[in-house]
T-cell receptor, first 113, second 113 residues
Framework: GESVGLHLPTLSVQEGDNSIINCAYSNSASDYFIWYKQESGKGPQFIIDIRSNMDKRQGQRVTVLLNKTVKHLSLQIAATQPGDSAVYFCAENIGQGAQKLVFGQGTRLTINP | DAGVIQSPRHEVTEMGQEVTLRCKPI?????LFWYRQTMMRGLELLIY????????DSGMPEDRFSAKMPNASFSTLKIQPSEPRDSAVYFC???????????FGNGTRLTVT
């Protein structure tokens, strides 16, 4: 059975629609941010990263937006596909020159056919 | 590239037994990380190494946990003695260091009865 624990925020979208996943980070000194995708039974998979000297970065079907004023990060996925269904994590590097990634709690994205 | 390789994929053991988890990082990566994932606490950094040297072990829960990296291609995480609350998925990740993404293995699911 399922143990009591974190209740992940969930997002359901129709296949083909765009999705936006949001993340609030904690440390105003964080200078590097990453989005990961985790499918059941697998480790987190790198999607896209952004440094604090940027406010937007685009990849294939994905865009990450960074708003340092309000310490907010978002991941936009265009034209969603069934394979996009997964848990998405944002992570911030709080290491101040060293590499120390702290992960958010995650958002479960479900793509409905 | 085979990615980060972890073994075993699953481990079931009895309370009090010693458990050793193994990790082979991506060749050429000089940073290695051990994370633990649970429903209650999400993804937590336990320890990380840079050039085989432990840099930050502040996330290691207690003295029952130890990690080693005898060379650039191998690391172990040992729990002795194990307890039921150690049940979790343990991930190893590696990176090129600095502002570069971590690449995760598929984890070891540990169950302590």
């Amino acid at each position: 059975g399922e143990s009591v624990g974190l209740h992940l925020p969930t997002l359901s979208v129709q296949e083909g629609d765009n999705s936006i996943i949001n993340c609030a980070y904690s440390n105003s000194a964080s200078d590097y941010f990453i989005w990961y995708k985790q499918e059941s039974g697998k480790g987190p998979q790198f999607i896209i990263d952004i440094r604090s000297n940027m406010d937007k970065r685009q990849g294939q079907r994905v865009t990450v937006l960074l708003n340092k004023t309000v310490k907010h990060l978002s991941l936009q996925i265009a034209a969603t596909q069934p394979g996009d269904s997964a848990v998405y994590f944002c992570a911030e590097n709080i290491g101040q020159g060293a590499q120390k990634l702290v992960f958010g709690q995650g958002t479960r994205l479900t793509i409905n056919p | 590239d085979a990615g980060v390789i972890q073994s075993p994929r699953h481990e079931v053991t009895e309370m009090g037994q010693e458990v050793t988890l193994r990790c082979k990082p991506i060749s050429g990566h000089n940073s290695l990380f051990w994370y633990r994932q649970t429903m209650m606490r999400g993804l937590e950094l336990l320890i990380y190494f840079n050039n085989n040297v432990p840099i930050d072990d502040s996330g290691m829960p207690e003295d029952r946990f130890s990690a080693k990296m005898p060379n650039a291609s191998f690391s172990t995480l040992k729990i002795q003695p194990s307890e039921p609350r150690d049940s979790a998925v343990y991930f190893c990740a590696s990176s090129l260091g600095g502002d570069s993404p971590l690449h995760f293995g598929n984890g070891t699911r540990l169950t302590v009865t």
